[in-house]
């Protein structure tokens, strides 16, 4: 599935960067767009549900797969991460970011009271989210923590999480640090 996603993910930055790859029979041309159609339709990437091209704020290409709309949902699993960073990448070349050695606390004066119950929380820093080290106690593989997916609010949700060591010590793969990031990059 992953393979299928980073195909996916890889040819949208090839269109975004103007690379081409003519050695392999492709470059990323408004012409080729159908040749790439056709072969996601004969399955040559595997099962794809949809692939939409933008480039300088233009919708160059826009297609569905497998009885997919552009109202469907769908999961794309740990491409969050990479799109969030992305994002992040993209909000620094635009924006004054802070420093990534910034407390994440300092983003959340509404959960104040859970950092506060939790001092070790206020050591974590943004890149101690990047990295996956937030020192949260979290195991992703065992299934997410229901107080997580029964939460309306998924932020807080990961941030009550308790802590299981110090922040930077040890990468705990951790889907919620996600949501977290993405509530950081809104504000």
């Known amino acids: 599935m992953n393979r299928k996603i980073n195909s996916l993910l890889i040819l949208f930055l090839l269109a975004s960067f103007q690379i081409s790859f003519p050695q392999a029979g492709f470059t990323v041309k408004q012409n080729n767009f159908h040749r790439l159609d056709s072969l996601i339709v004969t399955g040559k990437f595997g099962k794809i549900n949809s692939l939409i091209i933008v480039k300088n ?18 999961n794309i699993y740990s491409v969050t991460k990479s799109i969030t960073s992305l994002l992040f990448g993209v909000a620094a070349k635009h924006f004054k970011l802070p420093d990534l050695e910034t407390p994440i606390y300092k983003f959340f004066p509404e959960y104040r009271l ?18 996956m080290t937030a020192g949260l106690s979290w195991d992703e593989f065992k299934g997410y923590p229901k107080a997580f997916t029964a939460s309306k ?6 941030l ?5 060591r110090e922040p ?20």
């Open 114 to 131: 859970i950092f506060d119950r939790a001092p070790a929380k206020k050591r974590i820093r943004l890149i101690n989210l990047f990295t």
């Open 153 to 158: 609010d998924w932020v807080a949700s990961v």
């Open 57 to 74: 704020d233009s919708l160059l290409f826009e297609k569905y797969y497998n009885g997919f709309s552009k109202d469907s949902l769908q």
């Open 160 to 164: 009550r999480m308790p802590m299981a």
């Open 168 to 187: 930077g010590r040890k990468f705990t793969y951790n889907t919620g640090i996600s949501f977290v990031l993405g509530a950081i990059l809104v504000k």
